[in-house]
């Protein structure tokens, strides 16, 4: 009997099955790169169903957030910043979050 493996989406927090992860998440449409494997990921939140990963609180609609994708800090402001405050990857890690 295999393993199963969870892959948790940084952006929005879905909690995926499978053997690799979902390209987009079917929350909120992050690209698979923003998935990492459940028991890799620092204080990983519990699980959720799909029901309550749709639930999202309400945005600053005059604000732009962006997720780091190494370790899901999310930045508010019009670009990224340029190295991440907590895991101090380029800013090349981070990429928009998106609210529907």
């Known amino acids: 009997m295999g393993t199963t493996k969870h892959w948790v ?3 929005c927090g879905f909690i995926y099955e499978g053997d690799e992860p979902p390209d987009p998440c079917p929350i909120c ?3 698979k790169r923003a998935f990492y494997p459940r028991n890799t990921m620092p204080d990983a939140p519990p ?3 799909v029901e309550e990963s749709k639930v999202k609180p309400v945005p600053d609609p005059g604000a732009k957030h962006w997720v780091c994708i190494t370790c899901g800090h999310i930045h508010e402001g019009d670009e990224p ?4 405050p907590i895991c101090g ?3 090349d890690a981070f990429y928009p979050r998106q609210y529907y």
Request: aromatic share 0%; proline share 6%.
């Open 9 to 11: 989406c940084l952006a």
């Open 29 to 31: 449409l992050a690209q």
């Open 47 to 49: 699980l959720k169903t």
């Open 81 to 84: 910043p340029d190295t991440c």
């Open 89 to 91: 990857v380029s800013k």
